[in-house]
């Protein structure tokens, strides 16, 4: 059973314009949600994360907006780049485990 | 400053055989992960160690899957018997904090993992 389940599976941006990833959680348990970015060959690094006590944080082009009662949280990349390009991964811990995302590969059009 | 390193970063095993996969955590780093991650999936957690001590083994698939961390650094995943469904990217990533302590963040640290192709 996947714990979190992410969306879309694919995405393709123009440069310069948004990118929204979607993930959605059953488990209540859950206090902490980073984003992973990982590129070919390399590990997932960590790229901002958050707890269930605020509804969104910013850094840089980078926001995740939490949504308690709805379980959902989401990942904005604005002013997308070429660079940018990568898989994404939500993930969520209960402290002492982390369950990942399926991931969303990311393709930003220069 | 080092990051964790992960070796061999390619292996190719016949069925049957046994492998072992190294991790060598950030020093210093309390908390240890092992991860195996399929093609085109996300990381799906394997086990977790606190020093030497596995505190959670629960992500193993089977019997053959070993895990150690004998002096609470370097840490061994091993693979007995190896089957083709085995092959994946097993990913090790360290944290310096213990996994139970909810520090400000529990971010893990990733290796660049090792990539095993069972023939």
């Known amino acids: 059973q996947q714990q979190v389940k992410q969306s879309p599976q694919s995405l393709i941006v123009q440069k310069g314009g948004i990118s929204i990833i979607n993930c959605a959680y059953e488990n209540t348990a859950f206090d902490y949600f980073p984003w992973y970015q990982q590129f070919p060959g390399k590990g997932p690094a960590l790229l901002i994360a958050i707890r269930p006590d605020v509804s969104e944080k910013k850094e840089g082009r980078f926001t995740i907006s939490f949504n308690k009662s709805a379980k959902q949280f989401s990942l904005h990349i604005m002013d997308s780049q070429p660079g940018d390009s990568a898989t994404y991964f939500c993930?969520?811990?209960?402290?002492?485990?982390?369950?990942f995302g399926t991931g969303t590969s990311l393709t930003v059009i220069p | 400053g080092a990051g964790v390193s992960q070796s061999p970063r390619y292996k190719v095993a016949k069925r049957g055989q046994d492998v072992a996969l190294r991790c060598d955590p950030i020093s210093g780093h309390v908390s240890l992960f092992w991860y195996q991650q399929a093609l085109g999936q996300g990381p799906e957690f394997l086990t977790y160690f606190q020093n030497e001590a596995q505190l959670d083994k629960s992500g193993l698939p089977s019997d053959r899957f070993f895990a150690e961390r004998p002096e609470g650094s370097v840490s061994t995943l091993k693979i007995q018997r190896t089957q083709q469904e085995d092959s994946a990217v097993y990913l090790c990533a360290s944290s310096p904090q213990a996994a139970t302590s909810g520090g400000p963040y529990n971010e893990q640290f990733f290796g660049p993992g090792t990539r095993l192709t069972v023939l």
């Open positions: 993930a969520a811990d209960t402290g002492n485990q982390f369950y």
